[in-house]
């Protein structure tokens, strides 16, 4: 494995670390989330979709539970790195 690629990979994984943990962070403080879609044909309204605590506490339970899974997941996959079964 080329070390320059599993560099590049560590570092996507921790800007995506940040990112979902920013995103997570800030839903808890300002108690609403927006709509993670990963529909890359259909922008509509569906996508722009925000969640707040206190009216939608399941919907916005769910954005924020998989925000900090994210979050989790790519701050492993930045220590661990890219490991090629070889």
Known sequence: MNPALDLGYRLVALAACVYCGR????????????FVSDDWIDWSRW???VFYRDT???R???QMGGS???SV???VGAI????PSS
Not at 80 to 83: A, E, R, S, T
């Open 23 to 34: 995103k997570a962070w800030y839903g808890y403080v300002e108690r609403k989330i927006l």
């Open 47 to 49: 996508s722009r979709q």
């Open 56 to 58: 939608m506490p399941i």
């Open 60 to 62: 916005y339970w769910m």
């Open 68 to 70: 900090a899974f994210g």
């Open 73 to 75: 997941l790519c701050l």
């Open 80 to 83: 661990i790195g890219w490991q």
